[in-house]
Each structure stands twice: as C-alpha cells, then as structure tokens.
C-alpha cells in the first residue's frame, strides 16, 4: 500500500475512528512509532529542563531559578532522559525494525507488546505527575529532587516528605514492568519468528545486538524493580532495608542501583551500536566487516556490562580488593568495544562511503564514542575517579557517551529509517544543518565540559563563587547548550516538513540488503505478502545480484 | 524493486523454530530469578545486623510439612500434564485440582506462621530488620504463590467446562513452567530464611 493510499484511507474516515484504532494497535509498527512519537515528546520536555539548568549555570551567583527548583530540574532531567527518552526511543525502533528485518508478520506476542507500551506511557505520566500531585495534603515540595539515582537516605520519609518520591519510585516500577515485557517480547520474537533460512548467524546485526540488548534489560531492570519495591516497604510499611539507624545500609542501595544503572548504560549503547552496524555497511558499499566477531563482541560486553557496576561507588569506600576487581571488569570492557570500532573502520576502509545525513551521523558516533570510551577508561582507574567523581568531569563523560553516541545513533536511525516509517525522504538538506549546528553544538558543550571538573567543580551545584576559572567555560557550555536546542528544533521542523512535503521514498532509497527495505514504505499491515525465505546475510543483495549471491560464499 | 512474493533459492526444507510460549516463559522466569536475588542478597546480607529483636534464631520454627506440600505440587503439575497430552482429561484434572490444592495447604501454611509470628511474637514488617526482610522475602514468593493459584483457577474452571484437551497441552506445559519455578524459589528461601539465616 503507498503512502497515498493510506493518506486517502486516514483522510476519509472519521478521526475518533482513527485515534481509536491508534489507542487500541497491536501492530507492532503502530507501536513502534507510538513509542518513538512519545519518546520524542518527553525529548522536548527533558531537554527543556537542561535549558534551565544551563541557564543557572551560564554565570556565578545566577538565581534564575531557585535551588528547589535546580534540585528537581536534574533529577527529572536524568530520570526522564534515561527512562522515558532513551529506553522508549530504542524500543520504538527495535518493535519497528526486529520483525521486518526478520521476516515476521509480528512480535510474538502482539497485545503484550501494547500492554508493554501503555505501561512505560502511564508512567512517565505518572512521574510528571508529580508536579501535581507531589505536595499532597503536606505543600512540601512537588517534583522529586533526590537526584536521578536517589541515594539513601535523601529517599527516607524524613529527608523527603510528601510524595514526590513516591512519584519517582512507582513511575521507575511501573515503567519497568513495561521494559521487562517488552524484552520478553523482543527475545521471543527474534528466536521464535525468524523467517525460513534466518539461521541465527543469518540474521542482521540489528536484530542480534537487539537481543543482547533485551538479556540485559531482563537481567539489569528486575533489579531495579526489587529495590523500587523496598523503597516503597521502607515509605510505607515503616521498613528498615535503607534505615542506616535501625541497621540497615545506604550502601546497599548504591549496589542495588548501580547493579541496574550500570547495565543500563550498554541497554542503550547497544541498540545505538545496532543501528552503526546497519548504516554504516550501506554507506560505504561493503557488507559489515567481521561479522561473527562483532556478534561475539557484543555478548562479551553484556557479560561485562554485568559486573562493573561498583565503578560508580569508588568513592564511598569499597575495600581494597572490590576496588581492584570492578576497576579490572571496567578496564576489561573497553577490549570488546574497541573490537567494534575497528569493525567499523574495518566497514568503511576500501568502501566507496557515500557521505549523506545517516551515514554523517555515525561518523560523528564513532568518533566521539572513542573519546567517551577514553575518559571512561580515565575514571576506570580508582585513585584517578576518587579525584574526579561527583565532578563536572563524570557529567562530560556520561554526556559524551550518551549524547555523543546514543543520541548521534538514532539521528542516523531517523534519517535512514524515516523514509520506511513514513514514505518520504528527511530533507536532505535540513538534515545537513541538523548535523553540522549539533555537531557544534556538542562540542562547544560536552568537550568544554570537561575541564570545570578538572578544576573542581561538583555536579549538581546549585551556583559557583566568581573568579574560580569556570565562570567563561560555564558561559561557553551553557551557549553549546542553546546551539544544540537550536538544532534539534532544525530536526523537528525537518521531521514535520518532510511528512507533509518530502519527496517519494520509493521501497528501497538506500539501495539497502535487509528485508525491511524489501517491501513498500510504509509497510503494508501485515509486512510481508508472503513469508520470504532467505540463504544469506544480505537477502536483498541476493535477490538483485542473482549472478553473484552471497549465497555463494556463506 | 518489488516485493518479495517468490521464495529465494535455496530455500532449506526443515525450518522448526522454538515455541513462543516457553521461550517468553523462560525470559519471565530469569526476570523474576533477578528480582528474588536482589531480595535473598538483601536478607543474607542484613542477617543479624538489626539492632533490636526477636531474631530468626528465637521465633521462626521450620515448616517442613508445607515445604512437602508445595514441593510435591510440582510433581502433580508435571503428571497432569502428561496425563492431558494423552488426553486423559479427567485424570488431567484430578491431578491439577490436586496442585491447586497443595498450593493452597502452602499458602495457608505461610498465613498461620505469619499469625503466630505476629500475635505471639510482635514482629512486623517494621518492628525490626528482620522483620523487614523476613516479611518481604517470603511475602514476595508467597505473591508468586498466589498468581501461580490464580492463573492454575482459570486452567481448572476451563478444564471443567470441558474446554481443556490435548491441543492446549503446550500452553498448559508454560504455566506448570511457571509453577515449576516457584517451586524452585522455595528450595532457595527455605534455605535460606529456615537454614542459613538461623
């Protein structure tokens, strides 16, 4: 079905029919773009509180907001970004792609893949909820501003009074529950809806690391449940599990965090890699270099990703050896991740590298991902991290990793998937001026960043004394900040613009291998008119290379 | 570029993938492991460091006949199961209304102890770090428990009206999955609240 038909289709019926039919979709491409569509709203909202911590930070002894608000700004900040832009964003693309790219109809299980949806949608409304609801009956504060890993005991009834805890804690669970089914969902997909001759070591990157990405997120996010879960006991029932003075430890609390939080950081990055993995070949005309090592790597690094968690608490005071391990496990991590940026160099050297807006992004990803890789090995080094933890240096790094790499990712994934989901090309052009504004915009930023904390300056600080040296770099930061916001809206109006007036995408625009690009865009309801059966990695080669098959050499 | 609508060649004759139902079972099941390791993780590790009594050692007795009864649950789970593939659906449900059964003996077991503990003993979810944990843990197996007799109900009302036969034995198999598994965390908190934790 062509995009007109559907436009005509949309257009002739009533819009309560239409919004029904949205509310109700178990199709795993309405979902997709539900996610993705919900995603980027909360994207607007996250970035518009790092706009007002920027703007508090942009010169000494700013009171542009006070330091209530500050507080709740980064914690919602944080908790938005990770949970309610960056996890729904990746499993929109994954629920969009996985089964196109595999060959089914559908996800395994259709109804709790909306289930799954609906949970992470109701809780990140839940969260904001809180801006509402969170004084209660007691007018003490409303939005949670316990920090987005709220430590123990700024959590307990007596440091947090009201209920915007309790916002943050049942939005983190019941969305949560939404992750782990929606994980369930993509494991079973990928190993029970394979096409005919979708061997495991047939399948497309995507999909694989897609896998690795949902193992984690059952084995990183149940975690997270159960200690929501004693959070909740101890505000409740009058629990002890955080009281420090009943016996019980606040440290248990980091562990049972960061046994999450650190997981969580390669539950994104991973996907982020899945999409590199399938743009970058297309854009340099090469099938992805080192196919099985790549698929081993990226179990290697969910192996790893498991245990490194205590690297974020070397500052509490572990013992000697506990140090000396995580220190080991953080360092070890790095050798399976560069395996892939050589893999991808390894895509790209010899090709014939068509520099368009997807193929821009992922260059930029790979570069900045190696620096981010490279301070993180810097802080791998407990004495190094007891210098610098809780500093501005930690907040440039994790930026770095997350804004440098995963966000850089998926504007690939969108300038390369959009004429799928939609039909129409992104504009060229705006897409050029996406790039190259938030390019700038990082780097005035996130490499800036880095050096206040050098110099001492604690994250989370409300306003600096004058005269530090951080008073020009803060102005410089907060500018890159503004450049950015401008792109991004350069993004939006591309997205919106090009649904309405960009040209015809035609089936296959990139001139692609997978199956997705096998089929009309968008995709008619059930993909696939017939199963396809497929003989090896790249079926669309295949299919317009009938003299020269991969076939042939698998 | 049109669509795919003829086979590719070398299409391979045999292409049998798992079933959907166990492998997403099986996800569920490694997610739970990961929230009850939290929680035994958070037991052994606040094993007498709470500052106020009762501990463990003066007010928890073993409850080795439940324990017997949820363990043996598992073992009709597995027959009725059988018996259903060979579509003998009144044994199927004798052996199912059987485990339904046992479950129930457990969870009343698990109710009479927890009476006890509070009305002879005083101990709470908040009276102290035991109580927390204690309560915590095995109320978090005995909420499996209780989903696990739900979800088991619905089988056996089904079953019942006759709506239960051979073709529904892979679902069948996915749910005694489930059961098998809290059988499973049994084995582990009993050791440790029962054995370890004293």
Redesign the interface.
């Known amino acids: 079905m062509s995009s007109d038909a559907i436009a005509i289709q949309t257009a002739s019926r009533p819009w309560l029919e239409t919004l029904h039919e949205w509310l109700t979709t178990v199709d795993h491409k309405r979902l997709g773009v539900l996610y993705i569509v919900y995603a980027l709203c909360f994207l607007m909202i996250g970035g518009i509180e790092a706009t007002v911590i920027r703007i508090q930070l942009i010169r000494p002894h700013n009171d542009f907001v006070s330091p209530q608000v500050f507080n709740r700004m980064f914690t919602m900040h944080g908790t938005t970004m990770i949970f309610f832009v960056a996890m729904p964003i990746l499993f929109g693309f994954a629920n969009y792609l996985v089964p196109l790219m595999i060959g089914a109809r559908d996800m ?2 259709p109804r ?1 893949n909306a289930f799954g949806f609906w949970l992470t949608a109701f809780g990140g409304l839940l969260l904001y909820f809180s801006f509402v609801g969170g004084s209660g009956l007691y007018g003490a504060g409303n939005a949670p501003d316990v920090g987005w890993f709220a430590y123990a005991p700024l959590t307990s009834r007596a440091f947090s009074v009201g209920h915007s805890s309790d916002y943050w804690t049942i939005a983190l669970l019941v969305s949560g529950f939404g992750s ?1 089914s929606t ?3 993509i ?3 990928i ?4 096409c ?2 979708m061997l495991l070591s047939r399948m497309p990157l995507l999909a694989w690391l897609n896998l690795v990405m949902a193992g984690m997120v ?6 997270l ?3 929501q ?2 959070l909740l ?2 505000r409740y ?5 955080f009281d420090t003075q ?4 606040a440290t ?1 609390w980091m562990h ?1 965090f960061w ?1 999450f939080g650190h997981p969580e950081v390669y539950v994104l990055i991973i996907p982020a890699f899945a999409f590199a993995s399938e743009i970058i070949p297309v854009f340099s005309r090469k099938p992805i270099f080192g196919y099985p090592v790549m698929v081993a790597a990226t179990i290697c690094i969910g192996f790893i990703g498991l245990s490194v968690w205590a690297h974020h608490m070397f500052t509490i005071g572990m013992t000697s050896y506990t140090n000396s391990f995580f220190v080991l496990t953080t360092m070890a991590i790095a050798v399976p991740t560069g395996i892939k940026i050589f893999n991808w160099l390894g895509t790209m050297w010899g090709g014939k590298i068509q520099f368009k807006t997807p193929m821009l992004f992922c260059v930029g990803f790979l570069f900045q991902f190696l620096i981010a890789g490279l301070t993180g090995v810097m802080m791998a080094v407990a004495p190094f991290d007891w210098q610098l933890g809780n500093s501005y240096f930690v907040v440039a790094h994790f930026h770095y990793v997350i804004v440098g790499g995963i966000l850089f990712c998926l504007f690939g994934a969108f300038y390369y998937w959009y004429p799928k989901i939609t039909g129409r090309m992104l504009n060229e052009g705006l897409g050029k001026l996406h790039f190259w504004l938030f390019l700038i915009g990082f780097h005035l930023t996130f490499d800036l960043m880095h050096i206040p904390g050098l110099l001492g300056m604690p994250r989370r600080i409300y306003t600096y004394e004058p005269g530090r040296g951080w008073d020009t770099l803060n102005f410089l930061v907060s500018i890159g900040a503004f450049v950015q916001g401008v792109a991004i809206l350069v993004f939006v109006a591309n997205l919106v613009v090009s649904y309405f007036k960009g040209a015809k995408a ?3 625009p990139w001139d692609a291998w997978t ?1 997705e ?4 865009s968008p995709p008619p309801v059930y993909n ?3 199963i ?4 090896s990695r790249r ?2 080669w ?3 290379h009938p003299e020269d ?1 991969d ?1 042939r050499y698998e | 570029m049109s669509a795919i609508t003829t086979p590719l060649p070398g299409s391979p004759v045999a292409w049998k993938l798992p079933y959907r139902g166990k492998v997403g079972m099986a996800c569920l099941i490694f997610a739970e492991s990961a929230i009850f390791t939290i929680f035994v993780v958070a037991y052994l590790y606040y094993v007498g460091k709470g500052l106020s009594g009762p501990t463990p050692r003066e007010v928890l007795e073993t409850p080795i006949f439940y324990t017997i009864c949820l363990l043996s649950s598992s073992l009709t789970i597995h027959f009725a199961g059988k018996l259903l593939e060979r579509g003998r659906r009144t044994a199927f449900l004798l052996s199912w209304f059987l485990t339904i059964a046992l479950g129930a003996l457990f969870l009343y077991g698990t109710g009479q102890e927890w009476h006890r503990l509070i009305y002879e003993h005083g101990l709470t979810i908040s009276t102290n770090l035991f109580g927390t944990t204690y309560y915590s843990l095995v109320g978090l197996h005995a909420f499996h428990v209780t989903a696990g007799l739900v979800m088991l109900s619905i089988v056996l009302f089904f079953g019942l009206a006759g709506r239960v036969g051979p073709e529904h034995s892979a679902r069948v198999d996915v749910l005694s999955l489930y059961w098998h598994f809290v059988d499973a965390v049994w084995v582990i908190v009993f050791t440790v609240v029962y054995v370890l934790g004293r």
């Open positions: 395994a299980f709790l782990i994980a369930i969902n494991i079973a997909t190993l029970c809806m394979r005919p001759g059952i084995l990183a996010v149940s975690p449940t159960a200690a879960l004693m006991i101890d029932l009058g629990g002890h599990f009943t016996g019980g430890s248990l049972f046994i035609g089936n296959d199956l690009w096998s089929i009309s696939f008119a017939s396809p059966t497929v003989a079926p669309l295949d299919l317009k098959p076939s």
